[in-house]
T-cell receptor, first 118, second 112 residues
Framework: GAVVSQHPSRVICKSGTSVKIECRSLDFQATTMFWYRQFPKQSLMLMAT?????????EQGVEKDKFLINHASLTLSTLTVTSAHPEDSSFYIC??????????????FGPGTRLTVL | GENVEQHPSTLSVQEGDSAVIKCTYS??????FPWYKQELGKRPQLIIDIRSNVGEKKDQRIAVTLNKTAKHFSLHITETQPEDSAVYFCAASRTAGQKLVFGTGTRLLVSP
């Protein structure tokens, strides 16, 4: 089945620094990837839709200059949290859809990245 | 935009009992409704999904029902086991490639 990986799985950084999270589709090409954020004991909230070769589409309330998304290839999307602050500490999860093999809208999720900003 | 509500927020059952989780959605154009199981610190795992042209779907102990007129869908787990304990999320989306909107989640605890 379709596999999505994320790197790193955990990251701890100091306030004010930037952190890059990678999301890869390992055995399929994903023209669209999604980035979610999940705070403790809460649901997954979509941050942005990442489209290969074009600008990402951000959800209302998500700062595009703070959460930079790059989808430079059909298998890789990156999320960069710039000037991270403690309130950015969260579980970041990406997902991707394999348009060639799934008749439905099934999305395959990465394992997530736990970001802790000190 | 789409809004998905989910109830209950927590559900405690005895092993062997059935568990039912309900969701309602607001966007009549939504046509894909997946259910995910998420264990602590792990990724959501798809357990069952249903499309709008089907009213019910079953996979062993798990079933999902959909009422498009009322815009609600439900997850049914029969013969619950302790390993079913997790957080369950419903979600809804429109046609292919569209974003998923998640419900608020239900923490299911199955006691031996």
């Amino acid at each position: 089945g379709a596999v999505v990986s994320q790197h790193p799985s955990r990251v701890i950084c100091k306030s004010g620094t930037s952190v890059k999270i990678e999301c890869r589709s390992l055995d399929f090409q994903a023209t669209t990837m999604f980035w979610y954020r999940q705070f403790p004991k809460q649901s997954l909230m979509l941050m942005a839709t990442s489209n290969e070769g074009s600008k990402a589409t951000y959800e209302q309330g998500v700062e595009k200059d703070k959460f930079l998304i790059n989808h430079a290839s059909l298998t890789l999307s990156t999320l960069t949290v710039t000037s991270a602050h403690p309130e950015d500490s969260s579980f970041y999860i990406c997902s991707a859809r394999d348009p060639l093999t799934t008749a439905y809208n099934e999305q395959f999720f990465g394992p997530g990245t736990r970001l802790t900003v000190l | 935009g789409e809004n998905v509500e989910q109830h209950p927020s927590t559900l405690s059952v005895q092993e062997g009992d059935s568990a039912v989780i309900k969701c309602t959605y607001s966007d009549s154009a939504s046509n894909y409704f997946p259910w995910y199981k998420q264990e602590l610190g792990k990724r959501p795992q798809l357990i069952i999904d249903i499309r709008s042209n089907v009213g019910e779907k079953k996979d062993q102990r798990i079933a999902v029902t959909l009422n498009k007129t009322a815009k609600h869908f439900s997850l049914h787990i029969t013969e619950t086991q302790p390993e079913d304990s997790a957080v369950y999320f419903c979600a809804a989306s429109r046609t292919a490639g569209q974003k998923l909107v998640f419900g608020t989640g239900t923490r299911l605890l199955v006691s031996p």
